[in-house]
């Protein structure tokens, strides 16, 4: 039987592609939308960072956009994510951008998203910046491995994401190693089928901590990218426990969920990151906001039907 969780979820992203709800969402629900999305340019999205950073929280920026299909849309992603280096060169805190190797061209040749991954790296690194690349829904995952295998030959500047929720994760955790990779962790956000990922909420949970303490373990650098409070709570006493310095590792949330908590880790002492999506192609990522949480489509609601 499917729990409720996952029939939530499979109904907010299986009408996500609905163009009807898609156009009534661009048009009515812009005020929830700001809740999660930063703005649609990348000064607004600097500004974002630096409010961040007045409660020394860092920001990551993220250029919103995913799975396009032409070379020109690939080679349009990645100059603007070029150009986010440029708009931080002078800026003193920590330069940081996640990508998705799908917005690069993974879909129409694996080749063009490296190709343009390397010029992006290339350049981040010139600037200081590190550079995670986001992992997306299970039919991209051995290609998105494969490219940071790649890549991570070449650069230190850049890392992996592996989600909790995927059956492979704790072999592709293994199998990485050898790379010394900094990993973040998270649960997943995609709807999956049940033979790629675990169904049940607290088998992911479970999946989570040990995947996050396995890398730990290793040595390897680990964003904890949550923002669960049992999960927080539990590895703060295992990184005291074992002695993981507080070089090693740091967390990270979303831009617009739980505030109150990014703050009280900081002022704690730990590091802290705030993941800020900006950009015109809001609607993917904003629906799987509200695809995490029931309480959520409450704010889209009150738009849609407040006008
Ligand atoms: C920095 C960062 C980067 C990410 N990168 C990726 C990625 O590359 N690939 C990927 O698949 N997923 C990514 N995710 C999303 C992740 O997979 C989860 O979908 C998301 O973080 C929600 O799960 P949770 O760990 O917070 O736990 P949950 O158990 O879902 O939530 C725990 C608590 O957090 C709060 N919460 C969680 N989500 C919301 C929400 N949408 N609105 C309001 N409150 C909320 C609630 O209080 C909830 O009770 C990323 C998440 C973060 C924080």
Redo the contacts with the bound molecule.
Sequence with gaps: MMNFDRLYRSAVLGVSNNTTIKNLVHDRAKAAVSR?VAGESLPEAVAAVEKLEQDKVHG?LDLLGEMVNSDTEANGFTAEILSIFDALEAKPYPKYA?I?LSQLGLDINPELALANAKKILTLAQKSGAFV?I????SPRVEKTIEVFRTLRKDFDNVGL?L?A?LRRSEKDLENLSDLKPNL?I?????LEPEDQAYPE?VVV?HQ?RRLVYRNLELGNHT?I?????S?IKDVKIFVEKSKIPPSQFEF???Y???RDLQKSLAQEGFNV???IPYGKDWYAYFS??????P??IAFVLRGLFQG
């Design positions: 999660f990551i996640s998705k995670r986001d992992m997306e829904d994401v989600q929720m973040r998270v649960k997943g956000a995609y909420k949970d989570y964003a990218a949550t923002h669960d409070e999960i990270q949330m979303l617009g969920i739980r990151r705030a993941y799987r906001r509200i695809a995490e949480r309480a959520n």
